[in-house]
């Protein structure tokens, strides 16, 4: 994680005035769905203690939620709420934007793909919610339907052959 200074210009975060070689903290990731709400979870001490939550709630934005920077595809920004490295004191809450990046890539790339595979999947549930129900179409009593599936192995008509006439 990395303290992210304030925006200077509507451009976007950069990851190169984050002082890389200088972390807040070196976390273990992970992303949980829980109900319709994505947590990013930031954590120490082999994934045991939680160090800081992102939460993205299901009628957020998650390109805003988790934006990319403008200088790299594996730096992103979030905010997060109080966990155990940024609790404040008086119990409330405390929120911060912070940087965070991968090693790899592949990794960052899978994040993004997870993050638009939440983002359908509320949308695919919201769609399927307004989606109005309608009754199983019922015969009435007495009425019938006849279905022609066709004449399996029919019968060919069997021409008669030409009757030939030989001259002697």
């Not at 930031?42 to 920077?69: C, G, R």
């Not at 940087?99 to 939440?118: H, I, K, S, T, Y």
Request: hydrophobic content about 30%; aromatic content about 8%; overall charge positive.
């Amino acid at each position: 994680l990395y303290r992210v200074p304030p925006l200077t210009t509507s451009g976007g975060h950069r990851a190169e005035q984050w002082d890389l070689a200088k972390p807040l903290q070196t976390c273990g990731f992970q992303v949980e769905r829980r109900n319709n709400d994505l947590y990013l979870l930031f954590t120490t001490e082999d994934h045991t203690k939680l160090y800081a939550l992102s939460k993205i709630q299901e009628n957020s934005s998650v390109s805003k939620s988790v934006e990319p920077v403008v200088d790299s595809s594996r730096y992103f920004v979030t905010q997060v709420q109080s966990g155990g490295g940024l609790q404040g004191g008086g119990g409330r809450e405390k929120t911060a934007y912070v940087g965070f990046g991968f090693r790899d890539r592949d990794v960052a790339l899978d994040l993004l793909g997870n993050l638009q595979q939440f983002q359908k999947s509320i949308q695919r549930e919201q769609q399927a919610k307004n989606m109005k129900v309608t009754d199983i179409p019922k015969l009435a009593e007495g009425e019938k339907i006849h279905i022609s599936f066709g004449t399996k192995g029919a019968e060919k008509k069997k021409k008669k052959p030409a009757s030939s006439t030989t001259a002697s």
